[in-house]
């Protein structure tokens, strides 16, 4: 049973402000994954929706102008993980969303809606803080783009105003050019679950690919919010890629992270896991990047 009060649906991005600019108590509603079973549960009782789900100009992937990677907001992950740009440019993305629900909940969850609820174990949210992701939001006053480091307030906040919509996730091209990445996702279930601890990570080599130019790591649930762990990458730059190297930087990591004790796993097991996952997920972008161990 769903206590709803009203249901306002949009089929543009103009009429979807004007709408939060009428009711903004109101909640956005995109794939419903997450608000419809926060309703059935009680927690948003008595709301009113925005449907957003029939904007079709929020859905899809292309390169923009300037070579960028942009993600309409309504893109499913299963669009987002079969889709060519993704493959090529971000093959990690697609890998991370991929591991969201079931497939029932792939086929009709949003990558805004993953970004949007502010939560830590986001599958979505490592991959994209560790690409220095741009956050595109249309209000009243126009368009404003946020890092995604910025997006992100707190545990379940995001830095979205009452009149805004976030319309796109941008991947900057020199954030994503001649990289390959690999996303690990430990959980108490193989499917269905949330993270315990997300781990994230994208290398770049030099030419002969004996050489770190640069490498991302970032984790959900090390943190309240998604975090990078930019003491640890800054340990690789300009090194030799040995496996010597890989240890020393996965376990530089626990420089950066502050998991919590909860029920799922304890601050030291999800510790653990870090430095393993840190070093695993190193080792196979290398690998798909065919690097020269030295």
């Known amino acids: 049973m769903y206590d709803l009060k009203a249901l306002y649906e949009a089929t543009t991005v103009e009429e979807a402000v004007a709408l939060r600019v009428a009711h903004p108590d109101a909640h956005i509603i995109a ?23 029939g904007i079709e100009a929020l859905e899809g992937v292309s390169l923009d102008a300037d070579g960028n990677l942009r993600i309409g907001s309504l893109t499913t992950f299963s669009h987002i993980t079969s889709h060519p740009l993704i493959q090529e440019h971000c093959n990690v993305l697609g890998e991370a969303v991929d591991q969201v629900g079931g497939p029932q909940i792939r086929n009709v969850g949003t990558i ?26 249309t209000g009243s006053n126009g368009v404003r ?16 105003k009452a009149d805004e919509i976030q319309t796109a996730i941008i991947i900057p091209a020199d954030s994503f050019a001649n990289t390959k990445g690999h996303y690990i996702k430990y959980a108490m279930r193989n499917a269905m679950d949330i993270a315990t601890l997300g781990t994230s990570v994208n290398v770049r080599l030099s ?32 090194e030799l890629l040995t496996p010597a190297l890989i240890d020393t930087v996965a376990k530089a990591v626990l420089q950066d992270i502050n998991p919590r004790d909860s029920w799922r796993a304890s601050k030291a097991f999800r510790s653990h896991i870090a430095v393993e996952s840190t070093k695993r997920a190193f080792e196979e972008s290398v690998k798909l990047l065919g690097g020269q161990m030295v």
Do not use: W
Not at 112 to 122: I, K, P
Not at 150 to 160: H, N, P, Q, R, S
């Open 112 to 137: 805004g809606g993953n970004t949007c609820n502010g939560v830590t174990s986001a599958d979505s949210a490592s991959t994209l803080f560790a690409y220095d992701a741009q956050v595109e939001l």
């Open 31 to 53: 794939g419903g994954t997450d608000v419809l079973v926060q309703m059935r549960e009680g927690k948003r009782a008595g709301v009113e929706l925005i449907s957003i789900h």
């Open 145 to 160: 783009t946020v890092p995604i480091s910025e997006f992100y307030i707190k545990a379940g906040t995001v830095d979205l």
């Open 207 to 238: 030419a002969d690919g004996k050489v770190v130019e640069r490498v991302r790591i970032a984790f959900g649930v090390a943190g309240p919010i998604p975090v990078r762990a930019v003491k640890a990458e800054a340990l690789a730059v300009g």
